[in-house]
């Protein structure tokens, strides 16, 4: 069965850290199926350094990372976007832009790994815990029988996910 990919955005404030390692394990987990892309309310300018150590770590390529603006989705010339899915507080309470075709929206919550900044083996392992909750929640996203859910059912399966306890 040959369908088109599901678009999915995944937002942040800074787009540093916790969106660029969903994006990567999105697009290193869910390829064919799925295309991430990630965006920032007010991106940082680059991704966080231990975000792509983490990533590397886990043999995800990170060469598609950069911080960017979430107005690069907004546009006539934008991707169609099927999934939106905050990761931080500030995304979710923040006015978004008006996203063309109504995608399904969900929010994710991880803790900041960027907000610890010393030593750096807790550095290391804020982005380690970051990047297995975001592991655990993709995973669980990608197993959905989307074909089977009409889309209140998906968006409520969605908003479970981002209820996921850190231990799940």
Not at 2 to 10: D, E, G, N, S, V
Not at 11 to 31: F, K, P, Q, V
Not at 121 to 150: M, W
């Amino acid at each position: 069965m040959t369908r088109k990919a599901a678009h999915i955005l995944i937002l942040c404030t800074g787009n540093s850290a916790r969106s660029i390692l969903a994006e990567g394990l999105i697009n290193h987990l869910g390829a064919p199926d799925f295309i991430a892309s990630s965006a920032g309310s007010q991106p940082k300018g680059a991704p966080h350094p231990q975000a792509l150590k983490t990533l590397e770590k886990h043999k995800i390529n990170t060469g598609f990372a950069r911080s960017k603006s979430w107005d690069e989705f907004a546009g006539a010339d934008a991707p169609a976007l099927d999934y939106i899915i905050t990761v931080c507080d500030n995304a979710a309470g923040e006015t978004c832009p008006i996203w063309p075709g109504k995608p399904t929206t969900a929010h994710w919550g991880i803790p900041d790994p960027a907000a610890v900044t010393a030593p750096p083996k807790a550095v290391e392992a804020a982005f380690d815990l970051a990047y297995d909750q975001l592991h655990a929640r993709i995973s669980r996203f990608l197993a959905l029988p989307f074909d089977q859910l009409d889309p209140a059912a998906l968006k409520q399966e969605m908003m479970a996910i981002g209820q996921m306890k850190e231990d799940a």
